[in-house]
Nanobody, 124 residues
Framework: QVQLEESGGGLVQAGGSLRLACAAS????????LGWFRQAPGKEREFVAA????????NYADSVKGRFIISRDNARDTVYLQMSYLKPEDTAVYYC?????????????????WGQGTQVSVSS
């Protein structure tokens, strides 16, 4: 089964940018749809973005459309989340997740494999 490890979190000022990375190991990377989710203190975990196995299809939460870009490098077994124009409300722990199959939807319960998360903090 696949293991996931996120990196790239940190503290940034509002309007700034960060790029998160999630490295996968232990599975055939191209078998998996990948997603990013986030969880702010006191709130439920929510969908951010997802990408198809080939990288040709993407799906975004309305709150991040036009600001975040998800991509994947199947040669490096890595998925990325480029975050721009960050807002204080983007502050959360960001999780990488994987699911077998072609569905790159937003349903959290469909993702069976999760990383440990990386903290993103945006100051105003």
């Amino acid at each position: 089964q696949v293991q996931l490890e996120e990196s790239g979190g940190g503290l940034v000022q509002a309007g700034g940018s960060l790029r998160l990375a999630c490295a996968a190991s232990g599975g055939v990377f191209t078998y998996y749809t990948l997603g990013w989710f986030r969880q702010a203190p006191g709130k439920e975990r929510e969908f951010v973005a997802a990408i198809s196995r080939s990288g040709g299809g993407t799906n975004y939460a309305d709150s991040v459309k036009g600001r975040f870009i998800i991509s994947r490098d199947n040669a490096r077994d890595t998925v990325y989340l480029q975050m721009s124009y960050l807002k204080p409300e983007d502050t959360a722990v960001y999780y990488c997740a994987a699911r077998l199959g072609a569905d790159y939807g937003s349903n959290l319960s469909g993702y069976a494999y999760w990383g440990q998360g990386t903290q993103v903090s945006v100051s105003s």
